[in-house]
């Protein structure tokens, strides 16, 4: 049996975290006549990730992980990259061009998918995302020199 230990720390640290919002909560009104009060979602989501990190520590300890060798990490830091760039490049180029770069990066070079169609859904899910966040809910995005 192997206890991967950075896995089990980290549920207790959610488990901490979901007591600390469940304690949080116990002081804030639950119910608040016929709707629920300010402290009624903290209390559930609390609840909620102590079960779920709960489970996670659990299974951690009682399922007999096998010995399996280190990935590498070559795609989470391509993936660090790209999203340190997009942030940086949002009010630079703006939203719409950045989330698109971002996506057609984490494509092309994490998951290795065909350039002309990573292009394509990149572009697609960049204009849906402007389109109601932009136009829909009149969010006011970074707009870059070429005013998208």
Known sequence: ????????ALA???VALGG???ARAATMPLWDGFAPASGFMPLWYGILLVALA????????VVHHAAKPE???GKPLIVLAALAAAIVGVPLVGFALSIFLLMLV???AVERLPLLRSMLVAA??????????????G??????????
């Open 139 to 148: 969010v006011p995005l970074p707009v870059g020199p070429l005013g998208i």
């Open 106 to 108: 984490l494509f092309v």
């Open 124 to 137: 697609a899910a960049s204009a849906v995302l402007y389109l109601v966040f932009r136009t829909w809910l």
């Open 20 to 22: 600390l919002w469940i």
């Open 12 to 14: 207790l640290l959610f």
């Open 1 to 8: 049996m192997r206890i991967v230990r950075g896995e089990l």
């Open 71 to 73: 990935e590498p990490i």
């Open 54 to 61: 709960g489970m996670i520590g659990a299974t951690n300890i």
